[in-house]
């Protein structure tokens, strides 16, 4: 109903501007014919008054003269009077007695004869005759000659406009209206689809056929199109964020709870048996501490993940500026160094293939975590690998032309040549506690959150990563970044 008024209100608004203009332009059109066919009646007794001044010439004042030229020139009603610039009239073919005539100098079309040498009125009463007529004067020399028809029926309907625009005026206006409604109907139609959709979006009604509902081809269609699909790109966003959040808190419960239980056995068997050898008792707590670290690690990758869903995946350019520059080439250095113990009895050889102005305006601390989870997935869950390999190399970035610095983009890739990843897990390896295998995985340590963190960092500063099987075995994993 609201809509419907809507589309009431639309309609009086939009058709009454275009009545009002067409009532002006209809107006102006009438006066402009009627002007035009007043100036056409008065160009008419022009041209007679101009005719009878070269005709008769310096014999204006003769009365012979003058009755001979009205009499071989006659037209019905016609009257025709010659005056004096001082307005006094000397001939006049319907007035026998032309010295008992008053002075015509204050008639209007007398005054504006002599101010712009021609004049006419359209109707005025004669005092000497007690007919109207429709008045043309002209200056000629000392003269000034005025004719004037008789102002009557055939002469007001000659001057009318014809009224046959007013018509396709109307036929216009009609048809317009029409069209007006149309479309305003049409508007409404959307509007209410929209209302519609809305409200049932509100109190959580069904849904699921208003996308396949037929919409128009044309902007109000895509808008509406437009809309419905935003609504349901949220709704399942928000929809597939719930069920992550419930597949991490079943997930961690179920990572947590082996360590736990490993912990709470151990303590038990340690307080059931006091007399337990202390090679025993030792061991036992070891395990306890290495269960607890286990654990401590789990809830800080939790913890990491947590706060990095909270930070925008956009405008990362706009904070790049105020970090400083951090050195890749120089960080792997150092991360290679610490894992030398490690490296040598795996027998693994790294390589740096990183351009040595490889420098990343990041938080350091992110940019390490992603190496370091990059580096400690290779170590430890490539098979039979000999070599790591890591590549680097800046993309495009710098100054704009006004000397403004802008985020430079870059391409890094982590490559091994071990056993690699069935095709099956690529696309998975980078989901939370997701492991190709689970049980060496848990022995080795690891929370399966590792890959997961790489991901979440690389497309907080502006990234995207990918994981592919290394030709000839091995896996690589490339990624983008911005800094």
């Not at 149309?182 to 049932?200: C, D, G, N, Q």
């Not at 709870?257 to 307080?271: D, W």
Request: hydrophobic fraction near 35%; proline fraction near 3%.
């Amino acid at each position: 109903m609201h809509f419907r008024s809507f589309q009431t209100k639309l309609f009086i608004r939009i058709a009454g501007i275009f009545l009002l203009f067409v009532l002006l332009i209809t107006a102006y059109q009438y006066g402009r014919e009627r002007e035009f066919k007043t100036d056409l009646l008065h160009a008419r007794l022009q041209m007679y008054n101009l005719k009878l001044m070269r005709t008769l010439g310096d014999s204006l004042s003769s009365s012979t003269a003058f009755a001979n030229y009205v009499n071989q020139n006659d037209l019905e009603g016609l009257r025709v009077t010659i005056m004096t610039l001082q307005g006094r009239v000397v001939q006049d073919n319907s007035y026998a007695n032309v010295k008992a005539l008053p002075n015509h100098a204050d008639r209007q079309e007398v005054k504006e004869a002599l101010l712009k040498g021609d004049g006419y009125v359209i109707k005025r009463r004669s005092e000497s005759t007690d007919e109207t007529y429709f008045y043309s004067a002209t200056q000629a020399g000392n003269y000034i000659v005025r004719s004037a028809v008789p102002y009557d029926a055939m002469l007001v309907e000659s001057l009318q406009p014809k009224y046959s625009f007013l018509w396709y005026s109307l036929m216009l206006t009609i048809l317009l209206i029409v069209v007006l409604y149309k479309s305003t109907t049409r508007i409404s139609r959307h509007i209410r689809y929209l209302r519609e959709f809305a409200v049932k979006a509100k109190s959580g009604e069904e849904l699921d056929h208003e996308l396949e509902r037929k919409l128009p081809d044309d902007e109000l269609g895509d808008i509406s199109h437009t809309i419905i699909t935003l609504f349901w790109k949220l709704r399942h966003s928000e929809s597939d964020k719930e069920r992550l959040k419930r597949q991490l808190t079943q997930n961690a419960a179920h990572e947590l709870k082996t360590p736990a239980a490993s912990i709470n056995g151990y303590l038990e068997s340690i307080i059931s048996n006091p007399d337990m050898p202390e090679a025993t008792r030792a061991h036992f707590m070891e395990r306890c501490y290495a269960q607890s670290q286990r654990m401590c690690k789990l809830l800080q990758d939790m913890s990491t993940l947590t706060r990095m869903d909270d930070l925008p995946y956009s405008n990362i350019e706009d904070n790049l500026s105020t970090l400083p520059p951090v050195s890749v080439p120089e960080m792997l250095h150092t991360m290679i160094e610490d894992a030398a113990h490690n490296l040598e009895a795996k027998g693994i050889v790294v390589e740096m293939n990183v351009d040595e102005d490889v420098e990343l305006r990041c938080d350091k601390s992110a940019l390490q975590s992603i190496f370091q989870n990059l580096f400690d997935n290779a170590m430890s869950y490539a098979d039979g690998a000999t070599s790591i390999k890591f590549y680097g190399r800046k993309l495009m970035g710098g100054e704009t032309p006004t000397g403004e610095t802008k985020g430079c983009k870059y391409e890094f890739s982590v490559v091994d040549d071990g056993c690699g990843v069935d095709p099956k897990h690529l696309l998975h390896i980078f989901e939370r506690f997701y492991r190709v295998d689970k049980g060496r995985s848990r022995q080795m340590g690891g929370t399966g959150l590792g890959l997961s963190i790489v991901k979440n960092l690389v497309l907080t500063y502006g990234g995207s990563i990918k994981a592919e099987n290394t030709p000839g075995g091995g896996l690589t994993i490339s990624f983008t970044l911005i800094g």
